[in-house]
């Protein structure tokens, strides 16, 4: 059940057609270089996106995406579902922004979600610890008066520097004399800050809440739900689109490090001693772009390249399961038009993980602020629906029967002194004994664990409190039999950050034409377009008008994406406009269109034309739109126009 292989012109054309203009993408260290203010600019002056409530003086971390950005970022999505959703049969769901406090508690949030926060101590500007010694730190490395010894040494520190907590930024800090870097004043020590925006749920107050600062946890607490939908089997993954928040302690960077933003995040959930994939044979062959922990301990950065099936074996890669949604995401970033050469996975160090963590691996794309992170992969064991399970004393267990038939299985019985219990709580032990009587058996055995230990324990049954001495109810060991087994699923986690893909995917398709550095053109795929043709009168006359207007209704007809420009402005300088916007496609009526019925079709990347005949068009645009088909291979049926320079 592979997918089909997937080519577009507008990378492979791109490279023989003008090389020169790719040769920034020639790695330098762990970025290459691009002229960023110029393409900072250029997505704003074509409203790609802009800074949120700028008239008012904008507001650090807050972005809005223009007419072309929002088209982009549609068909990102539109391309993400179909690939990932719809591919592999997921259960898709919408839940609500506004989480109470009390699923943040069960979950870490409130407590954990935190990055370590430093201050200029005289300005009281505020700067995230990690960042700021990062970039120090690799100021010293490009000093040449730094020691070789030490440029080493600094070298291993910056890679291991997110494995770093509140005691050893302090220290680094120190050590290597870091100050605030608009000042130079003297920084105040790391103090962690939680990264959630609170707020409170209701007219009163009384509801404590904040904005969510990832979707998974909507997914978690309709897992009962989903297992219901699912016919109560695993396993099976959810998926949901939508917005999160964080409160960045010094966003920047655009949209790599904002304080809103789009996620779209999958929850595989898994029998925890089967974490494989029903088509990991279909990708065992694989060879991704690898970065190991062992290899980032030792100061190493060298890519490696096993096979899935190998990496699996030796334990490189925590499971199958794991390593296939990891060739999932390879193959969904290299069709949007990533190059591998820029692209890796990389190994969480154990430090860096969560203290429930299996194994995490994070897509990384390099662009020209250096490796991003744009999709996250965690086995996440069993640790969120436990706690759930916890905190809303609701079983999120999932039931498998057994494949051989039934089988006897050791098992603790709770024996009540009934006699005991009713002088003890009268009428309510009518509640409890019914409570008892059905106890899932993990639950029974810590009961029986509790009450060695302390003499009692306390339960909570129907909003009433009991608490129960060795008199009033005792434990036999003994067996029965059983047709399945309950446990509490595990889960692995893709997590993918869409605007920092967009962000990605926009560098990498931006680039200039070697005879005119003034002509931005962005190459993205025609199915990530904005818009996917762009539509020109030859010349601004009423006689071009009536063939307009019937290849306007064609286009509509087709749901083919388009703009008409009919400015009046030489034809070099709309082509030149469309290019700037990423349409792959222009049609151009002139007067031969008015003799025979044809149009010209020019590609974006190559400015190469074709004379197509307006029966054709439809299809033709719709296949070249969904990369089915390529202009290369449209230039053997159709004849090319020839022109004379843009």
Known sequence: NK?????????????????????????????????????????????????????????????????????????????????????????????????????????????????????????????????????????????????????????????????????????LLREYKAKAPETGNELSDPQPFNLMFQTAIGPGGEMPGFLRPETAQGIFCNFKKLLEFNGGKLPFAAAQVGHAFRNEISPRSGLLRVREFPLAEIEYFVKPSEKTHANFDAVKDMCLPLLPAAHQMQGEMTIVSPSLAEATEKGMIGNKALAYFMSRTYLFLTKCGIPREHLRFRQHLRSEMAHYAADCWDAEIRVSYGWIEVVGHADRTCFDLTRHSECAKTSLSAYEAFKEGSRLVPCVQIVPNKQALGKAFKKDAQTLMPYLATMPQDEVEKMRADMQKDGSVELTVAGKAFKLTTDQVTFKDTQTKVTGETFIPHVIEPSYGIGRIIYCLLEHAYWQRPEDKDRAVLSLPPFLA???????????????????RKITALLTEHNISFKVDDTGQSIGKRYARTDELGIPFALTVDHTSLEDNTVTLRDRDSCAQLRVPFDKLADTLLRLAAGTLTFVELAKVYPKVEVKDE
């Open 530 to 548: 904005p818009i996917k043709v762009s539509l020109f009168p030859l010349l601004s006359t009423e006689k071009f008008t009536p063939m307009i």
């Open 3 to 171: 997918p089909p292989a997937h080519t577009t012109h507008s990378m492979a054309e791109q490279q023989s057609v003008a090389p020169e203009s790719r040769k920034r993408f020639a790695a330098k260290d762990d970025r290459y270089d691009l002229d960023r203010t110029a393409f900072d600019e250029f997505l704003r002056r074509r409203f790609f996106i802009t800074q949120s409530f700028s008239i008012y003086g904008g507001v650090a971390g807050l972005y809005d995406f223009g007419p072309p950005g929002c088209a982009v970022k549609a068909n990102l999505i539109s391309l993400w579902r179909s690939h990932f959703v719809l591919y592999d049969g997921m259960l898709e769901v919408d839940c609500t922004c506004l989480t109470p406090k009390s699923v943040l508690d069960a979950s870490g949030h409130t407590s954990k979600f935190s990055d370590f926060m430093v201050r200029d101590v005289v300005t009281s500007r505020c700067y995230r610890a990690d960042h700021l010694l990062k970039a120090h730190l690799k100021t010293l490395v490009e000093k040449t008066e730094t020691p070789e010894e030490q440029r080493q040494a600094i070298t291993k520190l910056i890679a291991q520097i997110d494995n770093f907590g509140k005691e050893d930024l302090t220290r």
